[in-house]
């Protein structure tokens, strides 16, 4: 089993930064996916930023090139740096990997959430 531990979200101001971070813990083997979704009042749950198991990262349209996403694979952990941030990037945000354990074939995890509000 892969438990995720998101932090990091809270209250900030139009145009001002956020960084969330996600960590899996429990046994993970080989190359795995990694990345946030979100999902605002009345929206679909859609794509943050993904970063695949050979490191090709992939961006939502609407936060390509206000956000980043780096991975720690020694920490099985992802960061999600968010600037310049907009009330519609209010929503809560979920991490999630595509992982597999020693025994275990590959299967989606996703963390609990952790809530971005972006007001002023």
């Known amino acids: 089993q892969v438990q995720l531990v998101e932090s990091g979200g809270g209250l900030v101001q139009p145009g001002g930064s956020l960084r969330l971070s996600c960590a899996a813990s429990?046994?993970?083997?080989?190359?795995?996916?990694m990345g946030w979704y979100r999902q605002g009042p009345g929206n679909k749950r859609e794509l943050v930023a993904l970063?695949?198991?050979?490191?090709?990262?992939n961006y939502g349209e609407s936060v390509k090139d206000r956000f980043t996403l780096s991975r720690d694979s020694a920490k099985n952990t992802v960061y999600l740096q968010m600037n310049s941030l907009k009330p519609e990037d209010t929503a809560v945000y979920y991490c999630?990997?595509?992982?597999?354990?020693?025994?275990?074939?590959?299967?989606?995890?996703w963390g609990q959430g952790t809530q971005v509000t972006v007001s002023s």
């Open positions: 999630n990997t595509f992982a597999r354990g020693e025994n275990t074939p590959y299967k989606l995890y």
């Open positions: 429990g046994s993970i083997f080989g190359s795995y996916s």
């Open positions: 970063i695949s198991g050979d490191g090709v990262i």
